[in-house]
């Protein structure tokens, strides 16, 4: 079983957040003339490589204590998420650094932006410890197939090898013909944990029992997981983990980062290099998001995309957007700097930019746009902040 961490490596903790402190006051010089040309202009790269900090530190020293949101959101509730793909490519976003929410909707972003380094954000600890998960198994597994069946316990095939370049569908029929066995639940379970262990993340008796039962529902529920809420009734309209993988932009193209093997070993190469980085913080906290944008900026970095989902909705009911937007506003980036969100009209209504048959509604905003908004000073209401600027992501 995973171990949980005892009280003494909280020294050790305090001492990694004291180094990565110091490594971004050193690199601060070197961001200022890279980030100083222009606002929102493209850093200038340095002749300076980015100060290398350990993976436990930077989650430590970027993370906030955590907060509370009535979902384990295990996996996205938003059909619509691989709609801006297409739009995102017209754009020419790529590159840079990348700040999401929620679980592992943000790889199939990362996949077709390859960013240099992203950051996967929560109010929820939880997700964090989704994260450990999902990085211990990028780290076992070759390809897509080993993946998906370390992740839900099913036996990994001897011809592994051989399902380098073979089709998505022909994953998810395997899959979905395969059951757990205690055999394979076992050995899936041990990678994972030993996988968790290696990333040298403190984890407490509550974590490790956390991260257990998520692998449990992975396991149990295999591509038939859904998105769960407590206090609330699920929705028929909430799509499985099979649907996320087998989803289309609207070009028609599948587009997860487990449609092509060139896509999932790109998020795997990132996450070898301790550059998918998970943070515990509130998107209108004091501290994480505004951390993150200094080590960017230390990295001689710009923000390419920050996807928010539906948060700024939340963060609008709970007297947080203010302090939200004026932390994006100080974010370095460029001109094709954008934000993502999710919108769910509900009472509101359906969105201009909706596709039928689509619950959810995938928008993209520059950043630049955003800014100069919060600059005139008048707090929007959620309907205008998803409408003005809002970039048309349909093909045209």
């Known amino acids: 079983m995973l171990r ?3 009280s003494p490596s909280r020294s050790l903790v305090r001492g990694h957040a004291a180094t990565l402190a110091l490594a971004l006051a050193l690199a601060a010089p070197m961001a200022t003339l890279a980030c100083r040309a222009a606002p929102g202009a493209e850093p200038t790269a340095t002749a300076t490589a980015p100060p290398r900090i350990d993976f436990a530190a930077q989650v430590a020293a970027l993370s906030e204590p955590g907060g509370y949101f009535d979902s384990d959101n295990l996996i ?3 059909r619509s998420y691989l709609h801006v793909i297409g739009a995102l490519r017209r754009l020419g976003v790529r590159g840079g650094a990348y700040i999401g929410v929620g679980p592992d909707q943000n790889f199939s972003y990362i996949a077709h932006v390859r960013p240099s380094i992203a950051f996967m954000f929560d109010v929820r600890r939880d997700n964090l410890i989704e994260h450990l998960l ?7 597994s070759r390809n897509r197939l080993e993946y998906l069946a370390l992740l839900t316990g099913r036996p990994v095939p001897a011809d592994v090898d051989a399902w380098r370049e073979r089709s998505l569908e022909s994953i998810v029929a395997y899959l979905d013909s395969t059951q757990a066995t205690p055999a394979s639940e076992a050995a899936a379970r041990e990678i994972a944990r030993r996988g968790a262990e290696r990333t040298r993340v403190p984890l407490s008796e509550s974590d490790v029992a956390t991260f257990a039962r998520f692998h449990g529902e992975f396991i149990a529920n295999g591509l038939e997981l859904r ?8 929705r028929a309209f909430y799509p499985t983990l099979r649907d996320l993988m087998l989803e289309r932009d609207l070009e028609g193209e599948r587009s997860s980062y487990l ?3 060139e896509d999932f070993q790109f998020v795997k ?4 290099r301790d550059l998918v980085i998970p943070v515990t913080g509130n998107l209108g906290g004091e501290q994480a998001l505004a951390a993150v944008g200094r080590l960017v900026a230390s990295r001689g970095e710009r923000v390419s995309v920050l996807y928010t989902s539906n948060a700024e909705d939340y963060l609008m009911r709970d007297g947080a957007f203010a302090r939200f937007a004026q932390t994006v506003a100080k974010l370095p980036r460029d001109p094709k700097s954008v934000i993502i969100r999710s919108y769910f009209g509900g009472f509101r209504g359906a969105h201009p930019f909706a596709v039928p048959g689509y619950p959810s509604t ?6 630049d746009a955003f800014a100069a908004a919060q600059i005139e000073g008048a707090m929007p209401t959620y309907s205008e902040l998803v409408t003005r600027d809002a970039i048309d992501p349909r093909p045209h």
């Open 362 to 367: 995938q928008l993209l905003q520059t950043i």
């Open 259 to 261: 449609a092509r093997d």
């Open 4 to 6: 949980p961490t005892r």
């Open 76 to 78: 996205s509730n938003e």
């Open 227 to 234: 998105y769960t809420s407590r206090g609330r009734p699920s």
């Open 134 to 140: 999902f990085k211990a198994l990028f780290a076992a």
């Open 269 to 272: 190469a990132l996450q070898a």
